[in-house]
């Protein structure tokens, strides 16, 4: 049976520049699907937006910036939460489900700099900000020479950064820039065979509580088949290695016409000297099994052993 929308909705959202631009996105296709609808947004700041001193892999890791949104889905504050897909935790705490993926921007990583157009213009020493230990290790494997510092905030704090000269550049989500018109600022769009996106990278995702069956429903007419099953295989690659940004770990799954899944997958060590890479292609319907299947083929390559060392590294 067909379920009525009701008389209003909430989203909740980060506070950010980036997330509220997210927020009013899905508002806007909510209120083009619902026009009888009223729909809000509830801003809120996490501790993942509070914490800027440290990176995430030694605060609490993606969960810091959706536990206050999920707070207020219980609370019944809100109804929904939009998030950035890849700052969503891999295994979502009990009573939530993941219940629209929305179609992908661009998954690329982007190199942003005033004064270079590409990494491979840096000088000796040059300094790079990011906050991906997965792009730390990309970079650490391809340009040992440069000095890779963490970088921490919303889109428009890094951006400051960089631009007071902290760093010679960063690297970025291309999406982001994208969403908030500042294409511009992008000096070289990095190709996944030099950058393999993170899993889910480029990609947003609406959140709800479980048993939501009415909201499920609604949510549907957003959901993007072909993102969904690529994000899905990618996030199993991440889940079965305990995924999160502890560790080094890219997954990137493109699907083609005839339903056909080609992903793509690394583990690595943050120095970049260890590293393990695989790619399958399957059936993209079923995106579990692929995402399991390249990690199969991972593990066969030293991904464990990997992984291990990249603990011991992070406890010394």
Known sequence: MKVSPPSKLVIASRESRLAMWQAEYVKAKLSALYPQCSIEILGMTTKGDQILDRTLSKVGGKGLFVKELEVAMEERRADLAVHSLKDVPMELPEGFVLAAFLEREDPRDAFVSNDFASLDELPD????????????????????????????????????????????????????????????????????????????????????????????????????????????????????????????LAAFATVDAQGEMHLRAMVGTPDGRRMANAEVRGNSALPENVGRQVADALAAKGAEEILAACRAMDAG
């Open 125 to 248: 020493g040059a300094v790079v900000g990011t906050s991906s230990l997965r792009r730390q290790a990309l970079i650490a494997a391809r340009y040992p020479r440069l000095e890779i510092r963490p970088l921490r905030g919303n889109l428009d704090t890094r951006l400051g950064k960089l631009d007071r000269g902290e760093y010679a550049a960063i690297i970025l989500a291309a999406a982001g820039l994208k969403r908030l018109g500042l294409p511009q600022r992008i000096r070289t769009l990095i190709e996944p065979e030099q950058s393999l996106p993170a899993p889910g990278q480029g990609a947003m995702a609406i959140e709800v509580l479980a048993g939501r069956d009415d909201l499920m429903e609604l949510l549907a007419p957003l959901n993007h088949e072909a993102t969904a099953h690529a994000v899905r295989a990618e996030r199993m690659v991440s889940r079965v290695f305990g995924g999160s940004c502890q560790i080094p």
